[in-house]
C-alpha cells in the first residue's frame, strides 16, 4: 500500500495508474490517435457487405445465409500489429445490423453494439476504425439480433500478427459452427424452450462454413491452426483422434509455455492456437469435438467435425520455443474481489425462463474507473456452464473455486462451470464509453444475461 494517496475513493489498495485530469485537447488528440496506425503501420481497408446469400455447404445442401461478402464466413481479415483497420460496413440485409470486434481493445465507439452505435439500417453504410493493439486470433460478428443473424453466417475472423517468434511451416484457420436445418434442409425454426435453455445447436457441423471438410496438412510438418469457436452454444471440446498437439495462445495472444495437450475445449467465442503435428504420411485424424454435457436438454456425443489427412513428407523449419512470453499476474489468486457478478436464472410470468445477472435481465453494473485493478468474483448459480466474454479488455483468470490456474493467458471469454466462482482481474486502460459483459451462449445473452457498465476517468 503506498503512503499517500491522492485518490478520493482508493479503496483498491492498488497502485493507482489514473492520469492527471484531461483537457478536451487530450481527449481530442487520443481520439485521434486511436485512429492512426502506429509509425510503420498501414491503414487496412477492407469493404464489407453483409447480405443475403445461398451458401453451398460442401454436401450438395445449400441454405440461406446472410453473409458478409456473399461468405460464410465473411473473409479473413489480416493486420499487424499497430496497423488500422478501416472497415466500411455496407447492411444490404432486411433488417439493421452492426459488427462487434470480438477480442480487440478497441474505443468504445468502435464496438459495435448498439449501446456504443446507431444501428446500420439497411441500405446504409457505416464506417469502423480502430488500430490492432495486439497480436491474437479474433474474430467478427453481428452484434444485433445475433441469434438469428450470426446463425446464418454473420462471422469471420480476424487474424492480428505480431513478432511472436514462433516459426510455422503453415497456418491454418477453422472457424466451427453448427447450423440447425430442419427435414427440407431449411433453416429450423427460431425459438421454443428448448433452443431458450440450451441455446441454439445444430446438427450440421461445419468447419470454415463446410460440413465435416477434409483438411490437409504435410507429413513432418508443424502448422499453425487457429480456431475459432463461431458457434451460437455449441462447446467445441476439440480432439485429433486422440493425438497431442501444443497449445501455443488463447483468446488474447501467446501463452507463456506451450501446453502439450489431446484435447481443448472452446466454449462459444473462445479462441486457442495450436501447433499441430508431425505426423506420419497416409494418417487420416477425425477432427471431432468430444462428448461434453453442459447439463442441456439435449446431450451430446462425440462427433465428428472434419478429418485431416496428412500427405508426402516435406521438410519442416518450425520452431517454437518452450518459452513464448511472460505475463506478469495483475493480482495474487486469493486477491479480495472488487466486485461480485453473479449468473443465474430464473422463471417469469412474463418471460417464462429468463437467464439474469445479479437477478435482473440486462443488468446496469457499477462504473469502473480508468486505471483501477478489477478482481471479479463471477458466481455461476445455476447448474449448466455458461460462457462469460467481456468486451474491449483482455484480464486474467486468478482462480477457479478457489483453486488457482496452472498456467498465466490472457482472455475475453471464459467457461464458468456448474456452480463455481471464478476470479478474474483485468485494469481498464484509458477508453472510457460504455461497456459490457454477457453470457456468450446467444440466447441467454438475448434473455437478459449480461451487464452493462461504464468505463470512467
Ligand atoms: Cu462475441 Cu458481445 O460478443
Ligand atoms: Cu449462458
Not at 458466481?379 to 498456467?407: C, I, Y
Request: contains cysteine; glycine residues 10%; aromatic residues 8%.
Amino acid at each position: 500500500m503506498k503512503g499517500h494517496e491522492h485518490h478520493a475513493n482508493a479503496h483498491s489498495g492498488h497502485e493507482m495508474m489514473h492520469a492527471p485530469a484531461a483537457t478536451a485537447q487530450d481527449d481530442y488528440r487520443r481520439a485521434y490517435d486511436a485512429t492512426q496506425p502506429d509509425p510503420g503501420g498501414r491503414v487496412v481497408t477492407v469493404e464489407l457487405e453483409a447480405r443475403e446469400a445461398s451458401w453451398p455447404l460442401g454436401d450438395g445442401r445449400q441454405f440461406a445465409a446472410w453473409a458478409f461478402n456473399g461468405q460464410v464466413p465473411g473473409p479473413t481479415l489480416e493486420a499487424r500489429v499497430g496497423d488500422v483497420l478501416e472497415v466500411r460496413l455496407t447492411n444490404r440485409l432486411p433488417e439493421p445490423t452492426t459488427i462487434h470486434w470480438h477480442g480487440l481493445q478497441l474505443p468504445a465507439p468502435m464496438d459495435g453494439t448498439d449501446i456504443v452505435q446507431r444501428t446500420v439500417a439497411p441500405g446504409e453504410t457505416y464506417t469502423y476504425r480502430f488500430r490492432a493493439s495486439d497480436a491474437g486470433t479474433f474474430w467478427y460478428h453481428s452484434h444485433t439480433n445475433e441469434t438469428v443473424q450470426m446463425e446464418r453466417g454473420l462471422y469471420g475472423a480476424l487474424v492480428v500478427r505480431g513478432d511472436e517468434g514462433l516459426v510455422f511451416d503453415g497456418e491454418q484457420v477453422l472457424v466451427f459452427d453448427d447450423l440447425k436445418l430442419d427435414a427440407r434442409g431449411w433453416l429450423a425454426r427460431f425459438g421454443g424452450f428448448v433452443q431458450g435453455h440450451d441455446g441454439r445447436e445444430g446438427d450440421v457441423r461445419l468447419i470454415n462454413g463446410k460440413v465435416e471438410p477434409h483438411l490437409a496438412i504435410a507429413a513432418g510438418q508443424v502448422e499453425r491452426w487457429r480456431l475459432v469457436n463461431a458457434s451460437s452454444a455449441r462447446y467445441v471440446r476439440f480432439a485429433l483422434g486422440g493425438a497431442s498437439f501444443r497449445i501455443v495462445a488463447s483468446d488474447v495472444g501467446l501463452l507463456e509455455a506451450p501446453r502439450e495437450a489431446r484435447e481443448v475445449l472452446l466454449a462459444p467465442g473462445e479462441r486457442v492456437d495450436l501447433a499441430i503435428g508431425p505426423f506420419a504420411e497416409g494418417q487420416a485424424l477425425p477432427i471431432e469435438s468430444l462428448a461434453y454435457w453442459r447439463m442441456t436438454v439435449k446431450r451430446r456425443k462425440t462427433e465428428p467435425f472434419g478429418t485431416l489427412r496428412v500427405g508426402p513428407v516435406r521438410p519442416s523449419s518450425a520452431v517454437i520455443p518452450d518459452r513464448l512470453r511472460s505475463i506478469a499476474p495483475l493480482a495474487a489468486p486469493d486477491a479480495a474481489p472488487s466486485r461480485t457478478i453473479r449468473f443465474g436464472a430464473r422463471f417469469s410470468l412474463r418471460h417464462g425462463l429468463v437467464f439474469v445477472v445479479n437477478g435482473q435481465r440486462h443488468y446496469q453494473d457499477h462504473p469502473v474507473r480508468v486505471g483501477e485493478l478489477q478482481v471479479w468474483e463471477i458466481v455461476n448459480e445455476t447448474n449448466m456452464d455458461h460462457p462469460f466474454h467481456l468486451h474491449g479488455f483482455a484480464f486474467q483468470v486468478l482462480s477457479v473455486n478457489g483453486k488457482p490456474r496452472a498456467w498465466k493467458s490472457w482472455e475475453d471469454v471464459v467457461n464458468l462451470p456448474p456452480r463455481s466462482r471464478t476470479r478474474i482481474a483485468w485494469i481498464p486502460d484509458d477508453r472510457p464509453g460504455r461497456w459490457m459483459y454477457h453470457c456468450h451462449i446467444l440466447e441467454h445473452h438475448a434473455s437478459g444475461m449480461m451487464g452493462h457498465f461504464d468505463v470512467i476517468r
